[in-house]
């Protein structure tokens, strides 16, 4: 049974949007976080009488939007309530907002229950706006840690189990501080839940560390080694900055899921990320699939935004790989630098002990432990290289697919409102054949039939602005993090150049004095 | 492929590897050196107010072969088995640098044009400094055998600084390398087997020690030099690995519509920097540390190569007491035994005293180079880390200045 409605008008900080359900899909809200403590708390399982903050931010909600296909997706109506936490209200109240009049808050507030009997969910697309300049004004305060890598059980079944530890002062968390231990799979899980609710509508989802084979069973096997030890520290960095990206998101941070991850001590475990599983190999049949359909979609661009913008990211993609395989080439000989500069060190030292000159051979031990030490640093800073660099590059050259896909599935949406359009050409068209063959029996199906894909045609145009609108906040957020992202980094790549550089100083004027004193 | 070295070295010859007290009675050079096809052709300067030359001023063009030839023949030379014969200049050897440039030529599709310059130079400055080095190696054995009061007499040396003609010293063939190749063993093997004589001690400590120090400093020190070339090699990787870095961070940032834009030509600047300062660390690294180490390895096999043949002298004296004993019991043949004996002691002695200093004088050289060449090292490696600081330091402050 399709729910129409009639949206109300978009602008202005009013309220709008709905999404259309289908048979048996619930369509909910997920939870909304409080700002004040009030002492007269409403009671936790419906909060109409929520305080609201002197400058009117109204309650926060984040959408989960359903696509036709999508199974039943919902999350958790928790709400929190923060009783003591003063620390907390600077954090949203500081930050002005139009004026709200919220139209059904106490719905959205409303626990899982209600919410299924609800007939006219309300999802404001303004409260998204309202997140949007919060974290414009950089007031997101969380922060992840991965840490403590440990392996849990034996042979094939091992795993390894990662700390996650949360910082936050915002209130929709119940605690200030906690931690849990995830493992990998958990990270492919929150992923995929979190791709199949969001990618599809135009949000840009941060993927998820890759998936190795050979790096998981050297683990497991029990390698005790150090390429064992550096790809779990390489995992485990790459997860790292996975959550950090997420919750960057202000769309996503508002994830029941998400926050499920982070908070819960019990996570069911996520089956289907198994690369060889059967939900594993339907991913890559429809990956085939997407990109075969991809070539046939002939699209209409009336909007020279979304050309450019594609485009654009085409030529960043490539230049960034080109980038990549170039600071993994300095990587690599770095590492043979550091090597080769230690088995010198070794030699030196050995060419001092040979040396009958005192002085002389007390000079090639010195160059013998300066050697060693700045092995030491051309270590490090392969480390400095790979991490901070290389890393990000990588991390980019995944996010831009993530961009990528997402400007295809407006692609399909697009597809999908234009054989609405044509489905219904051809019912008005058998309708007009059926008026003039006079078949009254038929009309009537006809008309009906006619008025379904009217309603489908409007349903796919409003769905191509909405999420073609999402793409462009969505890209418009990307780049500005971007930007930040990549000026930091290699803020710290330059700072971390230069720390070598001082230290080579530091050896090689301890050195001097040393190849002075040879008499 | 012309080549200059600098001409118009005043007074003492200089040269990095060797410090030489020379004297201005007999300077020698090599003012020119030009590189064709497979050969090099050195332009051997004299200058000199010896009585036995012709003039006081002459060149001539050498090659390589002859420069082998003049060594063998001190080798050969029993005048100066006591003395330490300056290690014979390596072979110029450009073959992996025309290689490198013959695959750079047959293209590489993916590389932009900047790329390809900079490799080109890259490759250009590699194979320049290869032949200044063979030059300087060259020039370095000349002017050891100028400074040297005994060696600087021999007449080879004369016949080649001045004959204007060509030597027509072919190089060897295969024969002759066989034949110098056998040499090698069967005098390792001899070495050994006189060692192992029972009878003959050292009785000289000075020898004895040196003979052992020898022995493992020559190992040590060609495995330093090995090690170093490899170190040397992943400077010099590391600094061409900045090439396409630099390139593609130009490319980002022309591309860049926002503030990332003077980030990434910023970036690209520094690592072109970067690249040149990697690049001379490689070079410094080279010069003064490998080629220290690879001189020092000859000279301490030529070094070794006197202990030997002293060694021989020594068993050839032993030999000959032992004959004269043999005589003296059968009363035959005393007199020509007992000269013979007489002229292996004196030829033994006359080693010994002439090793001494000459191993003197090796120690001294040996050590006086290094301080050299350690503190130049550890001067330049500063220097380039304080210039590498600046240009890293400069970018921070513009990176971190931008809005």
Not at chain 2, 18 to 24: F, N, R, T, Y
Not at chain 2, 35 to 52: A, G, I, N, W, Y
Not at chain 2, 204 to 227: M, P, S, V
Not at chain 2, 259 to 279: C, D, I, N, V, Y
Request: with cysteine; charged share 30%.
């Amino acid at each position: 049974m399709a729910a129409e409605r009639e949206p109300p008008p978009l602008r202005d900080g009013k309220p709008t949007d709905f999404e259309e359900l289908e048979d048996g899909e619930d369509l909910f809200t997920s939870t909304v976080s409080t700002l004040e403590s009030s002492p007269s708390s409403p009671e936790p399982a419906s909060l109409p009488a929520e305080d609201i903050s002197a400058n009117s931010n109204g309650p926060k909600a984040t959408e989960v939007v359903l696509d036709d296909d999508r199974e039943d997706l919902f999350a958790e109506a928790t709400e929190e309530v923060s009783l003591d936490s003063p620390e907390r209200e600077p954090i949203l109240s500081s930050e002005p907002s139009p004026a709200v009049t919220p139209v059904t808050p106490t719905t959205l507030i409303a626990p899982r229950i209600e919410s299924k009997s609800m007939s006219a969910p309300v999802i404001f697309d303004r409260s998204r706006e309202e997140i949007e300049e919060e974290a414009n004004g950089d007031i997101f305060d969380i922060e992840i840690g991965v840490s403590d890598p440990e392996k849990v059980g034996d042979g094939m079944n091992a795993y390894m189990a990662y700390r996650v530890t949360t910082k936050t002062s915002l209130s929709m968390f119940s605690k200030s501080e906690f931690s849990v231990k995830r493992r990998f799979s958990d990270f492919l899980g929150l992923h995929s839940k979190l791709a199949s609710k969001y990618l599809h509508v135009g949000y840009i989802v941060p993927p998820a560390p890759e998936k190795s084979i050979v790096g998981m069973t050297k683990v497991k096997v029990g390698k005790e080694d150090s390429s064992s030890t550096e790809f779990v520290e390489k995992r485990r960095a790459a997860l790292e900055r996975y959550l950090q990206r997420t919750v960057k998101h202000p769309t996503l941070l508002q994830d029941p899921d998400l926050r499920q991850f982070l908070e819960s001590s019990e996570l069911p475990r996520a089956v289907n990320t198994q690369a060889l599983s059967g939900a594993g190999i339907l991913r890559m049949v429809n990956k085939a699939a997407d990109a075969v359909n991809k070539m046939t979609i002939k699209m209409n661009e009336s909007d020279a935004w979304f050309e450019e913008k594609q485009q654009q990211f085409e030529n960043l993609d490539q230049q960034l790989r080109k980038l990549h395989a170039s600071v993994e080439a300095l990587v690599c000989h770095r590492k043979e630098l550091s090597a080769n500069t230690a088995a010198f060190a070794k030699s030196a030292a050995m060419l001092g002990n040979s040396e009958d000159h005192t002085a002389l051979s007390r000079a090639l031990s010195q160059l013998a432990e300066v050697e060693e030490k700045i092995d030491q640093l051309h270590q490090e800073q392969a480390f400095a290289d790979f991490y901070m660099f290389s890393e990000l590059l990588s991390d980019y050259i995944r996010l831009i697919a993530a961009v990528k896909g997402v400007f295809d599935h407006r692609m399909k949406c697009w597809q999908k409102w234009e054989d609405a359009q044509i489905t219904l050409l051809k019912k008005r068209e058998a309708e007009a054949k059926i008026m003039v063959a006079n078949k009254p029996d038929k009309i009537q199906q006809a008309k009906n039939e006619i008025r379904e894909w009217e309603a489908k045609v409007q349903q796919g145009e409003r769905d191509f602005e909405q999420i073609s609108k999402t793409i462009r906040k969505e890209v418009g957020r990307f780049e500005k993090e971007r930007v930040k992202d990549f000026k930091t980094v290699i803020i710290k790549y330059l700072e971390s150049l230069v720390q070598t550089q001082q230290q080579l100083i530091k050896y090689w004027e301890a050195f001097l004095p040393e190849a002075k004193a040879i008499a | 492929m012309e080549v200059h070295p600098e001409a118009g070295k005043e007074g003492k010859p200089s040269c990095a590897l060797v410090e030489l007290q020379g004297d201005s009675s007999l300077q020698v050079e090599i003012s020119d050196a030009v590189s064709e096809r497979d050969k090099v052709k050195f332009t051997v300067q004299t200058k000199s107010c010896l009585p036995h030359f012709a003039q006081t001023e002459f060149s001539v063009v050498r090659q390589h072969e002859e420069f082998i030839w003049l060594h063998d023949a001190y080798v050969e030379n029993e005048e100066y088995a006591g003395l330490i014969i300056p290690p014979a200049p390596p072979r110029p050897d450009f073959e992996a640098s025309r290689e490198k440039l013959q695959k750079l030529g047959e293209g590489d599709s993916s590389v932009t044009r900047e790329e390809f310059a900079k490799m080109k130079q890259e490759l250009e400055a590699e194979y320049l400094a290869i032949f200044k080095k063979t030059v300087a190696m060259h020039e370095v054995f000349l002017q050891r055998l100028a400074a040297h009061p005994t060696l600087r007499r021999d007449h080879n040396f004369f016949v080649f600084l001045e004959y204007g003609q060509d030597l027509s010293v072919r190089g060897k063939n295969r024969k002759e390398l066989l034949g110098g190749f056998l040499r090698n063993i069967v005098k390792s093997a001899d070495e050994a087997l006189i060692t192992g004589m029972s009878g003959l001690k050292e009785v000289d400590d000075f020898f004895e020690h040196e003979r052992t120090f020898l022995l493992e400093y020559h190992t040590r020190i060609r495995d330093a030099c090995l090690r170093a070339d490899r170190v040397m090699r992943s400077h010099k990787c590391l600094a061409d690995d900045y090439i396409p870095i630099s390139a593609a961070l130009s490319s980002l940032g022309t591309q860049e519509v926002n503030q990332l834009r003077t980030s990434f030509l910023k970036l690209a600047e520094l690592f072109e920097r970067l690249r040149k300062l990697e690049g001379r660390v490689a070079s410094d690294e080279d010069l003064k540390l490998s080629d220290m180490l690879r001189y020092y390895m000859r000279d301490s096999q030529a070094a070794k190569d006197l202990l030997y043949r002293r060694l021989r002298a020594l068993a050839d004296y032993e030999n000959a007491n032992k004959a004269l004993d043999k005589a003296r019991t059968r009363n035959r043949e005393v007199r020509p035994a007992e000269s013979h004996q007489q002229l292996c002691c004196q030829r033994f002695e006359r080693l010994s005293d002439s090793a001494k200093q000459e191993l003197m004088d090796f120690k001294s050289r040996r050590v006086s180079s290094f301080r050299k060449n350690l503190i130049e090292l550890a001067e330049l490696e500063l220097k380039h880390a304080k210039a590498s600081t600046l240009i890293l330091r400069n970018t921070l402050v513009a990176l971190k200045g931008e809005p």
